[in-house]
């Protein structure tokens, strides 16, 4: 699904340049649950948000489903994305002004989906994450874990075949993380591929692999257990 090579991500401010991403190689197969660890400013969210195409790579390649991402117009990657990524984050980014139901019905406005078809959509993906009874409160109403449950079944409405997800336990106590944790590993048992940057030894353990990141480069990766191996 994924195919990154000789990838290198440089950021210049003034005169300083920054090479966040120096020469990684990295391929994630449909399917697979793979983490991303290493300490802070390592380049997990440059790599992240370049794989999620919200942001180039400097030199180098990315294939994602068969597609060389640096050779489409932003028409054709805004298509590419629509409905095949899902994004989580460590701050959930809800819309504060848009009530539960609202922030889940976004994505299939986009895709132009009737208003019946996104009611019966919303719907039953609030049913599934267990937030239904507080679709019309808005964000700030809810629990963090309740937010992150919101943000889960914005970004999995549209059935993407990949999740990106930038620590998405981050601001969770252990009890909700666990429940986001279980969330994800049942949205890739039915399929989904996803790729999550985690701080935490407890969620690298609901993935298939470890991608060890320091200084922008990959140092190690480490397998846990086979895509498709029961847990
Ligand atoms: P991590 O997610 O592992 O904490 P990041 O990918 O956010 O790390 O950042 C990697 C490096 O790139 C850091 O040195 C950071 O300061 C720098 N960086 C990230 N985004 C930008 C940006 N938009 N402009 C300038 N430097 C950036
Ligand atoms: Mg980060």
Do not use: W
């Not at 969210?45 to 919200?54: H, K, R």
């Not at 985690?198 to 480490?222: C, K, P």
Request: hydrophobic share 40%; glycine share 8%; charged share 25%.
């Amino acid at each position: 699904m994924i195919t990154i090579k000789n990838l290198k991500k440089s950021f210049r401010t003034e005169e300083v340049e920054t090479l966040a991403l120096n020469n990684v190689n990295l391929t994630v197969e449909e399917g697979e649950f793979a983490a991303i660890m290493g300490p802070s400013g390592c380049g997990k969210s440059t790599l992240l948000n370049i794989i999620g195409m919200l942001d180039n790579p400097t030199e180098g390649s990315y294939n994602f489903a068969g597609h060389e991402v640096a050779g489409l117009k932003e028409s054709q990657r805004t298509q590419l994305r629509k409905g095949n990524l899902g994004f989580v984050f460590q701050s959930f980014n809800l819309i504060d002004e848009l009530t539960v139901y609202e922030n889940v019905e976004l994505p299939l406005i986009y895709l132009k989906m009737s208003k019946a078809e996104r009611k019966q959509k919303v719907r039953e993906v609030l049913e599934r994450m267990k937030i239904a009874h507080r679709e019309k409160h808005f964000p700030q109403q809810l629990s963090g874990g309740q937010q992150q449950r919101v943000a889960i079944s914005r970004a999995v409405v549209t059935n993407p075949k990949l999740i990106l997800a930038d620590e998405p336990t981050g601001n969770l106590d252990s009890k909700n993380g666990i429940e986001v944790m279980n969330l994800l590993t049942e949205l890739n048992q039915e399929g989904a591929t996803i790729v999550m940057v985690t701080h935490s030894d407890r969620d690298s353990h609901y993935a298939h692999r470890v991608i060890n990141l320091f200084d922008g480069q990959i140092v190690t990766e480490s397998k846990n257990r086979a895509v498709g191996a029961a847990l």
